[in-house]
Each structure stands twice: as C-alpha cells, then as structure tokens.
C-alpha cells in the first residue's frame, strides 16, 4: 500500500528521479515511492518502474535487460515491459512497466497453502514457456563476460560450468588456499565435465527467487530483473530456486532485510516438480545439480573480498566433495534422480 501522495500534479522530490523521467520522455509529475535493492535504488509509480543502477561493476546490467526483454515480445511470458534505458549524470537507469500484485516474496507469508501452490504451478508454467524462447548462442550478462575473460567477479551466480577449471586456477592464487583440496575439486569436476557435453543452451532467468517474482491472485504476473538472464541448461535455472528453498536468509530483498522463513519454502520443490517434470528429468540431476553448486561456491572461494566469505565458499567445497550440500536439506532430494 502507498503512504497518501503528494499533491496532483506535483513532480517527485528526487532529482535523480525527474531526470530519468524526462530523459525517458515521460511525465514529471506524480507520485513515486522509494525503494533500494542490492545494487540499484528504484522508484515505484503508478505505470511504471524506475530503476537506477548505483554499482559500476553492472554497468552494462539494463542494456542486457533490455535485450532479454525484447526476446520476450510477443510470447506469453508475464514480464514487465522495457519502456526506456539510458546513461544519465546519476548513471545507467532502466524504466519498465509496473506489473500488477507485489513480489512473491513479500505475498509469500500471508498466502494460505493453496494460493501457494497456485503461485507455484504459475512460476513452473512461466519458466516452462521462459525455456522454450529462441536464445543468442553464448548470451551472457556483461560482466560475466568480462569476469570470464579475466576481470573482476562482482557476483557469484548463475553458473557456468564450463569456466570451472579456470576458477580452479583462480582460487591456487588466492592466499591461504589449499593446494590438495583444489587438487582433488579439479579431479572431481573433470569426471563430471561428460554430464554436460551434449546439453541444449535455452533462455534460463538465472536469479529465480522470492524478490524477483511479480503474482497478484495465485498467479505470476512477471519475471523481473532480467540483468542475469543467460543461455545455459534448462536446469540451471534450478540452482538458485532449490539454494533459495534450502538457504531463504541468504535471499532478503535488501541487505537490511530478513529472508522467509525455511519452513515456509519445504514444499515449493516438490510443487515446481509436479507442474514443470521435465526441469527435473535430466539424467544424473544430482550430479548435475551439485556441479552447478561448485560452480558458484568455487568462484566465491576464488574471488570473493572477504576472507571470512571465503572460508565459508571452502568448507562448502569440502562438504560437495564428500557428496553433502544444501540439497539434503529440502523436502524433495534430487538424490534418488
């Protein structure tokens, strides 16, 4: 629910925010609520959606979206419409359409069971249709594609299986690494490498979680935050969802803010397998799934600032190789796949 707005007619008080408008052609008048993310402040109006990206390392992050969006014309996936993107004295900024309903994550606790599971079949029917769109060979979002090429890591996710070795090789220069546990992750990631030889690149979202999820009514009204959309499997997409399932606390909507509640989540594996089967039907999905984990916890271990972080990324590498991970955790396991 909006506070009550500001007078007719009265332009929003940000600075930033009527440049935006006006650089995107529209009016600067009416009332836009504030809100942050984790790497963007945003303005919520009546019709639209205003984001302004505030880190330098996603510079190129909304013209991506808006090539992923634009590959989304005329489908049926619910998505909010691109309607302007720029770089501005403030920085990169992107205005979209506003979806009707709130996030899933915020829909999520006062929703009985039923609407739930209704929210869920939804999701699995949105990213059935998602993985079915004609994908560039090789689309990656910017600053994957430099971090690949040998810059900087500012995010950890989605995966990408076939960078392994390399992160294997990034981590050996990190200080205080452990020459024979990487030994034995390079070996265990050459004996999987097979798994994903003959594998299909579809359009995969790449961050499906409670924040990033638009429902109204038991129903998904739109994917948003297309900025880490990518080409890989089809079961990639699984990475995150299953990881948000097992670790919500790691997935608050803000840094300030708290993640639902594990609890809460133990059923939606379950649920996303009856509505979309052939997302889980991939031969060896454990397997697979686990290498997709190592992908993202080897590049934390292997470029992650923080030591402490780190650590963590390097007691879970320890945890995969002794064939243990968040999986085991979760009302559906993938470990009889």
Do not use: K
Not at 70 to 84: D, F, Q, V
Not at 102 to 126: F, N, Q
């Amino acid at each position: 629910m909006y506070p009550s707005p500001p007078p007719l007619g009265e332009p929003p008080a940000d600075p930033a925010l009527r440049r935006i408008l006006e650089a995107a052609g529209l009016p600067t008048t009416g009332y836009y609520r504030a809100t942050a993310g984790w790497v963007s402040r945003a303005w919520i109006g009546e019709d639209y959606v205003v984001r302004l990206n505030t880190d330098e390392r996603f510079r190129d992050a909304y013209r991506h979206e808006a090539h992923v969006v634009a590959l989304l014309t005329g489908s049926e996936i619910p998505h909010a419409r691109h309607i302007a993107h720029g770089d501005g004295p403030d920085g990169p900024w992107y205005v979209s359409e506003r979806l009707p309903g709130r996030t899933l994550h915020e829909a999520w606790p006062a929703a009985d069971a039923t609407t739930r599971r209704s929210l869920i079949e939804s999701l699995g029917d949105t990213l059935h249709a998602l993985h079915h769109v004609p994908v560039p060979v090789g689309l990656l979002p910017p600053w994957l594609a430099r971090a690949l090429s040998g810059g900087p890591w500012p995010a950890y996710h989605p995966p990408v299986v076939s960078a392994m070795l390399q992160q294997v090789d990034a981590a050996r220069q990190v200080s205080g690494h452990d020459p024979s546990l990487l030994a034995e992750v390079a070996e265990w990631i050459g004996s999987r490498l097979p798994l994903f030889a003959a594998d299909d690149p579809v359009l995969v979202h790449g961050d499906v979680h409670g924040s990033n999820v638009i429902v109204e009514g038991g129903r998904v009204t739109g994917l948003i935050n297309l900025a880490e959309a990518v080409a890989q499997p089809a079961d990639a997409e699984l990475d995150t969802i299953l990881r948000w399932c097992a670790r919500p606390q790691e997935f608050p909507p803000t840094p300030r803010e708290r993640g639902l509640d594990r609890a809460a989540l133990s059923e939606v594996p379950r649920w996303l397998r009856e509505t979309y089967p052939e997302l889980f039907a991939r031969e060896q999905l454990r397997e697979r799934l686990d290498v997709y984990d190592m992908s993202m916890e080897l590049a934390i271990h292997a470029h992650h600032p923080e030591a402490g972080v780190r650590d963590v990324a390097q007691e879970r590498i320890a945890r995969l190789l002794a064939g243990c991970s968040h999986l085991d955790d979760l009302h559906w396991s993938a470990a009889s796949d």
